[in-house]
């Protein structure tokens, strides 16, 4: 059964998140032919899972809102390793393409004017993310998704790609199977999307579902694109830490932003007593002030619980390690003591966070408007990915386009909440705009059928070692806690050293990895895949980050704890080698447009 | 630690045998980590679908002791551990593997509905004013994780198979959320009344009874868009009326 059925598109979109579902409307129309491709289910991408809200400079709960302070607070929140020309794009357009969802049919909170309403997010300097309640992503997905199904583009749902197809330097399209009954599909295309989210999976301990194994980074990294940035991965301060079964879990920033604060089993509110200067001007140093900014008055200065999420991850660490965590290896989180300020606490805070209160309710047993939250930092979103031109967002690669969590440049070394999901939008439409106006510009590309041979066999190598070879989630389960021991929050360069050494071990088991019985359905056979690029990401993470000798954003190297300027001047880039080895070297960042950099001082003080 | 036994259905195409699993549990498991546990342990073909584990994708649908749950939210902690727990796939769509079905029907029933019409922009810019109270009814049904457990139980799917006459009430809630939805000007009541079937329901309320969003399926959602359809094809006034009256 090695056969396979061959589809032809102009253009086809890998990944149905909040990036692929934009770009493939965007794509459809004027007659070009338009596939969507993903691994679950329609409308169950990790994009339905965000919950605080999009951050886009509206200006309905704060006037003084613009896209140029959006844009100087992403590049500060970057640390200035961002794409400067996408952090303008991106705070340029980002309103509109709110405007479009709701256009579109999706219902956002309103202010009293009957506007979209905005709430408060650690790093923007005023209140910014449209939301709904704290499931803005289910609301952004089901409107693509809903409007989506009508545009005319064709939906492949539980097909998974392995690899993509090239001619000659160029991408030709894409090899899958289909997950139901494991039947093999090759789908060719002038000009392939790849919006395919983030690689969480490659730690223990993350918010990610099973589906963030990095399959489009590693992709992009075999077809031999330039990656950026692999060593920025943002560990968000609060995610849940018990019971075991749910550790990792997302709980809200939103849950900061309608004032919930961080103490330590002390009862101390311990961020006042690390406030970096970067944000000293814009940070409150007392509760009285905090609050005030919670409950919307202009004069105040932000509570220093929402600082960007690099700083306050690394401040509960040191709470923990320093003997003043919770029972279970946490720190608090407390939004019942709202009912201080607020007469009907217990319902404003089932109102503002609903799903919080489910999910704590449901899975631990503890009632946020009466008791304090357990929460600790988890792996949540990776900053680094396919380098991309701003404008179009074609990679390195011709024909190859991303968008949404696998590329990277936009959020540099640190992603601010709230803009991933108006970067999906935003580049997401770009990125189906540019793809179909590349693939009318272009002939259908040849199919290399000794590629297709290769990888049917690669695909199809774990059932032939059988229940001889290893179980598929041993080793994805060996992996995961390699990396969150050796390249996880706070890193070491012995540690990663380690961690490159073992990986190789790794890379050996998993050649070794067998499954049971047929190709229906089969998690083992599919965990087996997800294997390649688990490791690719890996490999690509340590490699990028044992050699940034600084610690910034995402990245804490504590050999080396205070961030560096020198090499505040470079991007890392993971190149495949000629002879399939992989390469890192670095980048010079050119000089940031000179009126842009004017906003960016003038924002500094 | 102590054990628990798990009788999970296997098998393709709906031949289905039931199997025992013994494994070790923890504190705070839910039935989708006991899976998974046995998954790890050795049977890792075992077939079965999820993405969030947090209650909010609505991928893993499945009949636990024959109630329709999500594995993800139930805790075994709330299971009667002296007895097997039994772990099925769900019942109104075509089986495919262990605790996997087709729920691709849904997917084309979803399409068959109207999409949303906007009234003309209120504003230069393109947008439009909408008061909180006036969008809380919708935000209700736009809770839906699409999880299909209410097509589930529903009997005129379940039972009398009618997946080609009746949306079902997931697609009710859906109907509901554009009907009522302050910008909409479009009418799907006759699609509701002829195509989708919503004279089938007889308003016996158990899709509510299992939707885990806990949405008011009938009480919100079906009542009142039969209310609806009375009103457009069996009451001539109302029906004269409402053709000189603005929609809503
Ligand atoms: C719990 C949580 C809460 C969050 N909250 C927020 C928030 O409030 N605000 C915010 O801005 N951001 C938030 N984020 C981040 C944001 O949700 C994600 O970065 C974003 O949704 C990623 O979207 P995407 O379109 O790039 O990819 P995803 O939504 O991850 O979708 C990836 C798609 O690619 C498909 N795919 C992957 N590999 C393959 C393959 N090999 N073959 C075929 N298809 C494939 C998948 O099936 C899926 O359809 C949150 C993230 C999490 C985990
Ligand atoms: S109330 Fe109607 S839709 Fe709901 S289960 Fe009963 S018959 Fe089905
Ligand atoms: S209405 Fe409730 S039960 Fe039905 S699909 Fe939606 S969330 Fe699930
Ligand atoms: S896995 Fe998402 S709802 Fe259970």
């Not at chain 1, 039947?183 to 790849?194: D, E, G, N, P, S």
């Not at chain 1, 490791?535 to 560096?564: F, N, Q, T, V, W």
């Amino acid at each position: 059964m090695n056969g396979y059925t061959t589809h032809e598109f102009d253009v086809l979109v890998i990944g149905a998140g909040g990036a692929g579902l934009r770009a493939a409307i965007e794509a459809s129309g004027n007659g070009t032919k338009v596939a969507l491709i993903c691994k679950s289910l329609l409308g169950k991408a990790h994009t339905v899972m965000a919950e605080g809200g999009m951050a886009a400079a509206l200006g309905n709960a704060d006037d003084r809102d613009s896209w140029s302070t959006h844009f100087a607070d992403t590049m500060r929140g970057g640390m200035y390793l961002n794409n400067s020309r996408m952090a303008e794009l991106h705070a340029k357009e980002a309103a509109d393409r709110v405007n479009e969802l709701e256009a579109w049919g999706a219902v956002f909170d309103r202010t009293p004017e009957g506007r979209i309403n905005q709430r408060n997010f650690g790093g923007h300097k005023y209140r910014r993310l449209a939301h709904v309640g704290d499931r803005t992503g289910l609301e952004m997905i089901r409107t693509l998704q809903d409007h989506g199904i009508h545009q005319g583009f064709e939906v492949f749902m539980e097909y998974t790609v392995v690899d993509l197809l090239m001619d000659g330097g160029r991408v030709a399209g894409a090899f899958a199977y289909e997950r139901n009954h494991g039947t093999f599909h090759l789908f060719r295309a002038k000009a392939v999307i790849l919006a395919t989210g983030g690689l969480g999976r490659c730690y223990k301990i993350t918010s990610n579902s099973w589906e963030g194994t990095g399959d489009g980074h590693a992709l992009a990294y075999h077809a031999g694109a330039e990656m950026r940035d692999m060593e920025f991965l943002q560990f968000h301060p609060t995610g849940m830490v018990w019971p075991p079964s749910v550790r990792g879990i997302l709980v809200t920033e939103g849950v900061r932003g309608e004032g919930g604060i961080l103490q330590n089993s002390e009862g101390r509110r311990f961020m006042f007593d690390d406030i970096p200067d970067a944000y000293s001007h814009q940070t409150s140093d007392n509760e009285e002030e905090g609050w005030r900014y919670i409950t919307g008055d202009k004069q105040a200065r932000r509570p220093p619980e929402l600082l960007t999420r690099d700083h306050v991850a690394r401040c509960i660490i040191r709470e923990i390690k320093e003997g003043r965590g919770s029972p279970h290896g946490g720190v608090f989180l407390n939004i019942h003591w709202i009912k201080e300020h607020i007469k009907d606490a217990e319902g404003h805070i089932k109102k503002k966070l609903p799903s919080m209160y489910h999910q704590f309710k449901e899975l631990a047993g503890v009632d946020i408007t009466k008791e304090s939250m357990e929460v600790g930092p988890t792996t949540h979103y990776v900053m680094g990915g396919i380098k991309v031109d701003a404008d179009t967002q074609m990679s390195t690669v011709p024909g190859l386009f991303a968008a949404g969590e696998c590329a990277g440049g936009l959020h540099g070394a640190n992603r601010l909440g709230g803009n991933s999901l108006s970067d999906l939008v935003v580049f997401g439409k770009r990125a189906g705009q540019y793809a179909a106006e590349y693939a009318s510009a272009h002939d259908m590309p040849t199919i290399d059928e000794g590629q297709v041979q290769d990888i049917t066999q690669e695909t199809l190598a774990p059932f032939e070692r059988g229940d001889t070879g290893e179980n598929p989630f041993q080793i994805q389960q060996a992996l995961q806690e390699m990396m969150q021991a050796k390249a996880g929050i706070v890193r070491t360069h012995a540690e990663m050293a380690e961690g490159l050494e073992e990986l190789q071990r790794l890379k050996a088991r998993a050649a070794t990895c067998g499954v049971q019985s047929n190709r229906d359905f089969n998690p083992g056979w599919n965990t087996a895949l997800d294997l390649k690029p688990l490791l690719a990401c890996s490999e690509m993470i340590l490699m990028s980050a044992i050699d940034r000798k600084e610690s910034r954003g995402g990245h804490y190297h504590d050999d080396y704890p205070e961030k560096c300027p020198e090499h505040g001047k470079w991007n890392t880039i993971i190149q495949k080698g000629a002879d399939g080895t992989m390469t890192r070297r670095e980048s010079e960042i050119p000089a940031i447009r000179s009126d842009l950099q004017g906003i960016i001082e003038e924002n500094q003080r | 630690m102590s054990k628990a036994t798990f009788r999970i259905s296997r098998g393709s195409g709906g031949d289905l045998t039931p199997a025992d699993y013994e494994i070790e549990i923890g504190e705070g498991m839910v039935v989708l980590d006991a899976v998974h546990q046995i998954q790890y342990e050795g049977a890792s073909d075992l077939a079965v679908r999820w993405n969030c584990k947090a209650g909010k994708c609505g991928s893993c649908s499945a009949e636990i002791n024959g109630m329709p749950r999500l594995m993800c939210m139930t805790r075994l902690e709330d299971l009667d551990l002296s007895q097997p727990v039994t772990v099925e796939p769900m019942r109104a769509f075509p089986h495919v593997r262990d605790l996997v079905t087709d729920v691709s029907f849904n997917y084309r029933a979803k399409k068959s509905i109207k999409p949303f019409k906007p009234r003309k922009p209120d504003n230069a810019d393109g947008t439009w004013n909408m008061k909180q109270e006036d969008v809380e009814r919708v935000q209700e049904f736009r809770k839906c994780i699409e999880c299909f457990l209410c097509q589930d139980v529903c009997h005129v799917l379940r039972d009398h198979h009618k997946h080609e006459e009746f949306i079902g009430p997931r697609h009710f809630v859906y109907s509901a959320a554009l009907e009522m939805h302050p910008l909409d000007t479009e009418d799907r009541v006759a699609d509701l009344k002829k195509a989708q079937g919503i004279g089938y329901c007889n308003i016996t309320k158990c899709c509510t009874v299992v939707c885990p969003e806990h949405i008011k399926i009938t009480d919100n959602a079906i009542i009142p868009l039969k209310e609806r359809v009375v009103d457009e094809f069996y009451d001539p006034l109302t029906k004269l009326f409402r053709m000189f009256k603005p929609k809503k």
